[in-house]
């Protein structure tokens, strides 16, 4: 299920928080998935609201306006208190391989737009996995 924060069933790849993250984190990734395209979830979304009660507690949700492609959450997982940074293909992928296609053009927009606002703090979260290749 794309609910899943630690090995989504669709392809993806993510970005963990190896430090405790704050508010102004949280903005620059929210910045991040705008400067790929994205845009937060309203409030009331129910799926939002769901991810929100859940154990591994969801921060935010950007989506895509299309709602396809992909989808970028920011967690926090109970076990550690550490964020992580979720993007998920919305299409039937195999699990466990890479990023394809227009999530891959996705991915390193936003890849790259969060390298840039982390820029001074670059040891701040670590890419789970390699980068794909469109």
């Given at each position: 299920s794309l609910l899943?924060?630690?090995e989504p069933d669709h392809a993806f790849n993510a970005a963990d928080f190896v430090v405790p993250a704050d508010e102004?984190?949280?903005a620059a990734v929210g910045e991040a998935a705008v400067h790929a395209g994205f845009l937060p979830l309203s409030e009331s979304?129910?799926?939002l609201q769901a991810m929100r009660?859940?154990?591994d507690?969801?921060?935010e949700i950007?989506?895509?306006p299309s709602h396809r492609v992909a989808r970028?959450?920011?967690t926090r997982m109970a076990g550690t208190g550490k964020y992580v940074v979720l993007f998920v293909a919305k299409d039937q992928s195999t699990p466990r391989h890479p990023l394809s296609g227009e999530a891959c053009k996705r991915w390193l927009k936003f890849s790259g737009a969060m390298r840039i606002a982390f820029a001074r703090q670059s040891g701040k979260y670590r890419f789970r996995n390699p980068?794909?290749?469109p």
């Open positions: 899943g924060a630690a102004l984190d949280a979304d129910p799926t009660a859940a154990p507690a969801t921060y950007w989506e895509l970028i959450t920011l980068q794909c290749t």
